[in-house]
């Protein structure tokens, strides 16, 4: 327990310090203070807006996966737990916290709890690779028309590696070299749970038919919550163009993943600086821009909360058996 105290309150300094550096370094205050009040209020809550109807999308992503492994939750229970995951996931180590709450919110829900893993899991993948595909579709034209190969690189680089990972993941090689280590500790039950993990993992890729849906599903939530984002710099008279943004958002997307920080604050911020201050925004506004843009992710967490203050303090769970059989 001190221990994940201890790595908890580590990571929330370096949150502290990397938002405090960009301040200090980085940030006009003046200009940051100006592009705050310059904001285009109506503009941003529309894509507020946008960003729950995207997260009703992810929510139905999740629903599909869960469908192809004949786990029949509705979909107002995955809604639920999905913002239920963002109010207690939202201040979690890495961006990806929330799902892990997710996850193991919905296995009470499940014939197999690994299946709850195994489907979040499966939809972050396909919704990384479909990120990439789109910063790889749109950076080849960008690159070749402006003569700047770096981003176009950087892309297929960050692509590979992420395709690698997911490889040695889920082969049967990772369990073999992991059980052999956790076997010297005595942790058998946890080489077991992970080759549950990844039998239910790559059984999904017999499901076309989903897999297909969730493809499609997954492009709309990437290409929707790119544009959002757009209009979130919009908003602030950033002058960047529309394209930059399609290829931006899936690298900031991957960085804030790294375990470094509280959900990613202040790698997201430092991140937002870096990609977009060389195309034309200020530190001011890039800063102001990944600020609006974990605001939104605030309220969707607020949300969250509401959802769990009327469902009361631990949902009911149902009888799916039941429900399996009857589908």
């Not at 990437?222 to 602030?236: D, E, F, K, P, R």
């Amino acid at each position: 327990m001190m221990k994940k105290a201890s790595q908890f309150l580590l990571k929330g300094l370096i949150s502290v310090g990397l938002i405090t550096a960009l301040l200090i370094w980085k940030v006009d205050m003046a200009e940051f203070v100006h592009a705050f009040c310059s904001v285009d209020i109506p503009l941003y809550l529309m894509a507020t807006v946008l960003f729950f109807v995207q997260n009703l999308i992810i929510a139905y992503c999740w629903q599909i996966v869960l469908v192809a492994q004949r786990n029949n939750v509705p979909f107002l229970r995955v809604l639920q737990v999905h913002f239920i995951g963002s109010f207690f996931g939202t201040f979690m180590p890495t961006s990806i916290g929330m799902d892990i709450v997710r996850a193991f919110s919905l296995s009470r829900y499940m014939r197999q709890g690994v299946d709850a893993m195994s489907s979040m899991f499966v939809t972050r993948v396909v919704g990384f690779l479909t990120n990439f595909a789109i910063a790889l579709v749109v950076a080849f034209p960008v690159a070749q028309a402006t003569g700047n190969m770096k981003i176009l690189q950087v892309v297929v680089v960050m692509t590979v590696l992420f395709i690698f990972g997911i490889w040695v993941l889920l082969h049967p090689q990772f369990l073999s070299g992991l059980g052999f280590i956790l076997n010297r500790f005595g942790m058998q039950a946890i080489i077991a749970k992970i080759e549950l993990f990844q039998n239910s993992s790559r059984a999904l890729r017999h499901e076309k038919t989903s897999m297909f849906k969730l493809v499609l599903m997954s492009l709309a939530f990437q290409l929707l919550g790119s544009y959002i984002i757009y209009l979130v710099g919009v908003s602030l008279g950033i002058p960047v163009a529309w394209y930059h943004y399609f290829i931006m958002i899936p690298l900031i997307t991957a960085i804030t993943v790294l375990p470094l920080s509280i959900a990613g604050i202040g790698l997201r911020e430092g991140a937002f600086v870096f990609f977009f201050v060389p195309l034309g925004a200020t530190e001011a506004q890039a800063f102001s821009l990944s600020l609006l843009v974990f605001a939104q992710w605030i309220s969707a967490a607020l949300a969250g909360g509401v959802v769990y203050w009327l469902s009361g303090s631990k949902p009911e769970a149902e009888p799916l058996q039941e429900e399996v059989a009857d589908s």
